[in-house]
């Protein structure tokens, strides 16, 4: 007599294999959602959607003790990579062994550092900036720019407006016509400044430095040293100076302008070249502009960008980097104040 199927003993299913690094990925994005999966995609590469659509595709039930595993995963990462951050491999280690085992800990700062690689000078960007000034200062402008280079902009900022004046351009300069630097020249400096630093995990070149590093750091500087340094810049290398100048305020910056100040910088302004200099930018810019403005003269902007027609992208950057150069006009007269985190915030 043939046996019923359901009597059967049912069939244990084997363990199953070890997930690759994109199969966790895909359950992570599919865990997380289509909203939120889509803003990270904004951020990877073409080849890198493809392969994880494709892992996400091929997808089958996921099990809530697997989804749970990954969620696990990417928290521990995370909290190793925020120590790793804020005090390098060693403190990331000896808090993770603290409240997870030294197991765990070693598991986790294996897997991070499989693929990470660690920047140089990372014992020197947990250094006091104070401390760090006292022992650099001495060195050869190009070392000084090179260090300053993989700071923070903050730490970096306060460096630079602690040297002494005479160097301060050059070491701007450096900071924002460099390149890429061999590994090479970053182990002899290393190796000169005897420091106990991170060992560079490739012997890919490593790029630092460029004008957008120069700007952040400046931005970052009391408006005395700011000033100096463009100054000088200008003497020196104009068109650098002119860069610079063009990137330290941004036409979205106008947010942060009290109201008084975008008063004024509005009487300078005609309607028209306003209209155009707010196509495609953030509602809170236009609000804050509109706010500013009586009912009618607000009126009268609105049905200008209305009826205006396609506007090239080049001519809309231009016309705001006039109303930027207006700003800094009006600055550098004293009539409106541009507020700077490395200055006191007192107006007098």
């Known amino acids: 007599m043939a046996k019923n199927p359901a009597d059967a003993p049912a069939k244990k299913s084997g363990p199953r294999k070890e997930l690759s690094g994109r199969q966790k990925a895909a359950i992570f994005l599919v865990t997380l959602g289509s909203e939120i999966s889509s803003e990270i995609f904004k951020h990877l ?3 890198e959607i493809e392969a994880l659509i494709f892992e996400i595709a091929r997808l089958d039930n996921v099990e809530s003790e697997e989804r749970d595993n990954v969620l696990m995963e990417f928290k521990e990462l995370m909290m190793a990579q925020d120590f790793i951050t804020s005090g ?6 000896e808090l993770l062994e603290k409240s997870m085992g030294s197991q765990k800990a070693v598991d986790i700062i294996n897997r991070l550092t499989s693929s990470l690689q660690v920047r140089p000078f990372d014992f020197i960007r947990r250094t006091d900036p104070a401390h760090l000034l006292n022992f650099i200062q001495q060195e050869h402008p190009q070392t000084i720019a090179l260090i300053m280079a993989y700071l923070e902009p903050q730490k970096a900022s306060i460096i630079l407006g602690a040297l002494p004046h005479e160097i301060q351009s050059d070491v701007a300069k450096r900071i924002a016509t460099m390149d890429r630097t061999s590994p090479e020249v970053l182990r002899e400096v290393e190796r000169v400044l005897e420091k106990k630093l ?3 995990s490739s012997e890919d070149y490593t790029a630092a430095g460029g004008v957008e590093n120069i700007v952040e750091i400046i931005n970052l500087v009391d408006r005395s040293t700011e000033k100096g340094i463009i100054e000088s810049l200008e003497e020196e290398d104009p068109e650098l100076a002119e860069e610079i100048k063009k990137r330290m305020f941004v036409f979205e910056d106008i947010v ?3 109201d008084r100040a975008i008063q004024k910088v509005l009487r300078e302004v005609d309607t028209a070249e306003l209209a155009k200099a707010l196509r495609g930018v953030e509602t809170e ?4 502009i509109f706010k500013n403005m009586s009912k009618r003269a607000s009126a009268l902007l609105k049905e200008e960008m209305e009826y205006m027609g396609p506007v090239r992208l080049k001519d809309v950057e231009e016309t705001q980097q006039k109303i930027v150069s207006i700003i800094r006009k009006l600055e550098d007269s004293g009539e409106i104040v541009v507020a700077r985190s490395g200055e006191d915030e007192m107006v007098v």
């Not at 390098?88 to 280690?93: L, M, Q, S, V």
């Open 45 to 47: 590469r073409e080849d």
């Open 88 to 93: 390098g491999i060693d403190y990331a280690r």
């Open 198 to 200: 991170s060992t560079l």
């Open 285 to 288: 810019v236009q609000d804050k």
């Open 256 to 258: 942060l302008l009290d």
